[in-house]
């Protein structure tokens, strides 16, 4: 069991910027691809950002592209999301997950075993 807590969501101006992290527990996550997810009301749950094992590889979104940032600390099991120039279409609910099955930094949902309970972002314009 992996359990994953994110914290530094809050309010924020457009073209500010956040640091999101999330903390793991239980197992080691350093060999596992973990990813961010966001949930705007009324909206599917979409891909942010994928990061390798190793932290050599990321994938984003085109939408984050040049805005958003992934990284991981494995001697902290932690991965962080730094988020700049937000808008307010960036406004959700984010959510960090891991792939403990697979090496491939894949943006669908249903790939990605263990997750967070969330934390919110909110951009006012």
């Known amino acids: 069991q992996v359990q994953l807590v994110e914290s530094g969501g809050g309010l924020v101006q457009a073209g500010g910027s956040l640091r999101l992290s999330c903390a793991a527990s239980?197992?080691?996550?350093?060999?596992?691809?973990m990813g961010w997810f966001r949930q705007a009301p009324g909206k599917e749950r979409e891909f942010v950002a994928a990061?390798?094992?190793?932290?050599?590889?990321?994938r984003y979104t085109d939408s984050v592209k040049g805005r958003f940032t992934i990284s991981r600390d494995n001697a902290r099991n932690t991965v962080a999301l730094q988020m700049n120039s937000l808008k307010p279409e960036d406004t959700a609910v984010y959510y960090c997950?891991?792939?403990?099955?697979?090496?491939?930094?894949?943006?669908?949902?249903?790939?990605?075993?263990?997750w967070g309970q969330g934390t919110q972002v909110t951009v006012s314009s």
């Open positions: 990061i390798s094992w190793n932290g050599a590889i990321t």
């Open positions: 997950a891991t792939n403990t099955n697979g090496w491939v930094l894949t943006p669908r949902a249903g790939d990605y075993d263990y």
């Open positions: 239980g197992r080691t996550i350093s060999s596992y691809v």
